[in-house]
């Protein structure tokens, strides 16, 4: 018999699960359960309120119905039939009034019906019950509109063996672990608010200094390869946005408009229109190209509130933003520079877990429904294939994910569970050097289309310190960490000798807190290695007779050395970013 695929199995489980609940809640309302990476999830209008403590029943149930070897038998009939069967579930009934013909299928496995276009295992004997396990309830509107009544969506994962399922829990644990909405609140590094509002975090003291770490280091290398910096207003006319196109296919995302002085502005999603009228501001000539202009620009988005998440889904946030204008023969050497910045950055932040991703155009695509001439297009992604060839790059191409204005190379960083996300990206763009109508002076004297590179190598700073969270656990490189020493006394004989230490410590740059609190010695040891303090410099008589400290390195005791050795050990490390 051929094995079913595990997305067969993980959409067959969701009407299982569906299946469970209606026998244990009668009255239940049903909403849509498809299938989804590593498993599955179900919405619903329960009766009564349910909470995570119910989810071994209905899993106990669900494991009762597949021993059953229960078979999924496909049925189709019009709609005005299958809506009978449907006549107390208005959720189902709206889905069946919105489909475009006048038929609908549906399956039925034992007493459960469910209107659904398959595919589905032929019977539950197919489905390994060690295999899958209900994990979480959330919230969710209907069809993910907030103007639409909220639903408990029950989500499981589900593979092929038991082994596969143990493998993924164990993930998920050390996932939860590395949660950055857990450690980012532990180590105080930013906080939300209600009262600022949803979705818009708050930097503290300690987050923000690893902030600013971050955007000296950026800057420092940004002007090593010929950036100038600008900073654009938060808010801007809605003729900008009219022009940039972000008015027509983007008002949904952007925030209300306010009327100032009898003119509309609106809140910037976007730094690009700004950093062009810079641009737009003076006659350019080929011979001023490239132009670099990098900027630090916060700018606002609307998210649902259901999608907000930490730092890593919020509706204000800064980008690490890079415009380069160059000509089409500079296109390749730029991209190499840019991918070249890019391979430093990482290497200095430690990164190794990622991948690159090429977005190319579809050329199936009725019409090219994308922005500029297809020559144009050509030549990019061809420019863009050449550029990473040279430099060795090892990347995949996908086909159609591309952005509509132009090609991308983005970079995809893999979690814990070995989800991609993109953090970093490179883009051309040939939509707004057309709406903007943007020149430059070439060497024949007649104006030429610049070429534009989008360019965030850090992304935005909140998601991408969200993953920085999550990547290290809270245990950040010692250049990058808010808090590198705490200096512990033994006794409170020994602080003058620890004052002493904190003034060299200050001397040499370094962020240092001495912590002579009225605590037990192993209480602010403990402290510290909670806050993830990379050294404790434990300080008593025989370290103040002898010029030294006694230093722990994340929980592991170095033995007693000279306060210079130790200072030198800590610019080595620093200065190569170990």
């Given at each position: 018999m051929k094995?079913?695929?595990?997305?067969?199995?993980?959409?067959?489980?969701?009407?299982?699960?569906?299946?469970?609940?209606?026998?244990?809640?009668?009255?239940?309302?049903?909403?849509?359960?498809?299938?989804?990476?590593?498993?599955?999830?179900?919405?619903?209008?329960?009766?009564?309120?349910?909470?995570?403590?119910?989810?071994?029943?209905?899993?106990?149930?669900?494991?009762?119905?597949?021993?059953?070897?229960?078979?999924?038998?496909?049925?189709?009939?019009?709609?005005?039939?299958?809506?009978?069967?449907?006549?107390?579930?208005?959720?189902?009934?709206?889905?069946?009034?919105?489909l475009p013909k006048n038929t609908a299928s549906f399956y039925e496995s034992g007493?459960?019906?469910?209107?659904?276009?398959?595919?589905?295992?032929?019977?539950?004997?197919e489905i390994d019950l060690t295999a899958f396990k209900l994990t979480r309830t959330a919230g969710a509107y209907w069809k993910g509109s907030e103007k639409n009544p909220m639903l408990t969506r029950i989500y499981g994962v589900a593979f092929k063996?038991?082994?596969?399922?143990?493998?993924?829990?164990?993930?998920?644990?050390?996932?939860?672990?590395?949660?950055?909405?857990?450690?980012?609140?532990?180590?105080?590094?930013?906080?939300i608010y209600p009262e600022i509002g949803a979705?818009?975090?708050?930097?503290?003291?300690?987050?923000?200094r690893m902030r600013r770490i971050l955007e000296d280091y950026m800057i420092k290398l940004e002007r090593k390869y010929g950036y100038e910096h600008i900073l654009t207003p938060h808010i801007g006319k809605d003729t900008l946005f009219k022009t940039s196109g972000h008015l027509d296919f983007y008002k949904e995302s952007m925030y209300s408009p306010v009327e100032i002085d009898k003119e509309t502005y609106y809140l910037k999603p976007m730094n690009c229109p700004m950093a062009i009228i810079v641009y737009k501001g003076n006659l350019h000539s080929y011979r001023e190209l490239p132009i670099k202009m990098g900027e630090f620009g916060t700018v606002y988005r609307y998210e649902k509130s259901g999608e907000l998440s930490g730092l890593s889904r919020v509706r204000g946030f800064t980008q690490n933003d890079a415009h380069i204008f160059c000509t089409p023969e500079q296109l390749m050497t730029q991209f190499i520079e840019v991918f070249k910045m890019l391979k430093i950055f990482y290497r200095d932040l430690g990164f190794t877990n990622y991948k690159f991703r090429l977005g190319l155009g579809d050329p199936k695509k009725e019409k090219f429904k994308y922005c500029g001439s297809k020559k144009d297009w050509n030549h990019a992604e061809e420019t863009i294939k050449k550029a990473l060839e040279k430099t060795g790059a090892d990347y995949y191409e996908a086909v159609g994910?591309?952005?509509?204005?132009?090609?991308?190379?983005?970079?995809?960083?893999?979690?814990?569970?070995?989800?991609?996300?993109?953090?970093?990206?490179?883009?051309?763009?040939?939509?707004?050097?057309?709406?903007?109508d943007m020149n430059y002076v070439g060497p024949n004297g007649k104006k030429q289309r610049p070429y534009v590179i989008h360019r965030a190598l850090i992304g935005s700073f909140e998601r991408f310190f969200a993953f920085l969270i999550e990547y290290y656990?809270?245990?950040?490189?010692?250049?990058?960490?808010?808090?590198?020493?705490?200096?512990?006394?033994?006794?409170?004989?020994?602080?003058?000798?620890?004052?002493?230490?904190?003034?060299?410590?200050?001397?040499?740059?370094?962020?240092?807190?001495?912590?002579?609190?009225?605590?037990?010695?192993?209480?602010?040891?403990?402290?510290?290695?909670?806050?993830?303090?990379?050294?404790?410099?434990?300080?008593?008589?025989?370290?103040?007779?002898?010029?030294?400290?006694?230093?722990?390195?994340?929980?592991?005791?170095?033995?007693?050395?000279?306060?210079?050795?130790?200072?030198?050990?800590?610019?080595?490390?620093?200065?190569?970013?170990?």
């Open positions: 094995k079913a695929k595990i997305e067969t199995i993980r959409h067959s489980l969701s009407h299982i699960m569906a299946h469970a609940v209606q026998d244990l809640f009668p009255k239940i309302k049903f909403g849509m359960g498809p299938a989804i990476e590593n498993g599955f999830y179900y919405d619903f209008e329960f009766p009564q309120n349910i909470s995570i403590s119910d989810l071994p029943r209905i899993e106990k149930r669900m494991k009762h119905i597949i021993k059953r070897n229960i078979s999924f038998k496909k049925r189709k009939l019009e709609k005005k039939e299958i809506t009978k069967l449907f006549r107390n579930q208005p959720y189902k009934k709206e889905l069946i009034k919105d007493n459960f019906i469910d209107l659904c276009k398959g595919p589905h295992v032929k019977s539950t004997k063996t038991k082994k596969e399922l143990t493998d993924y829990l164990s993930k998920l644990e050390e996932a939860k672990k590395r949660d950055h909405r857990l450690i980012g609140k532990q180590l105080e590094l930013y906080a979705g818009l975090p708050v930097w503290l003291p300690k987050g923000y994910e591309a952005a509509f204005y132009g090609p991308k190379l983005d970079v995809q960083a893999i979690d814990t569970l070995g989800r991609e996300e993109s953090i970093s990206t490179i883009q051309i763009d040939f939509n707004l050097p057309e709406k903007f656990k809270g245990n950040f490189p010692l250049w990058l960490t808010p808090e590198q020493v705490w200096i512990i006394p033994i006794s409170p004989k020994n602080k003058k000798y620890c004052k002493e230490i904190y003034q060299k410590l200050l001397e040499n740059n370094f962020r240092v807190k001495i912590k002579d609190e009225s605590e037990s010695l192993s209480k602010k040891i403990r402290t510290g290695q909670l806050q993830k303090i990379p050294y404790l410099l434990i300080v008593g008589d025989k370290e103040m007779k002898t010029k030294s400290v006694s230093p722990r390195f994340r929980g592991k005791d170095l033995g007693q050395i000279k306060l210079t050795a130790f200072i030198k050990r800590l610019t080595i490390e620093i200065e190569k970013k170990k």
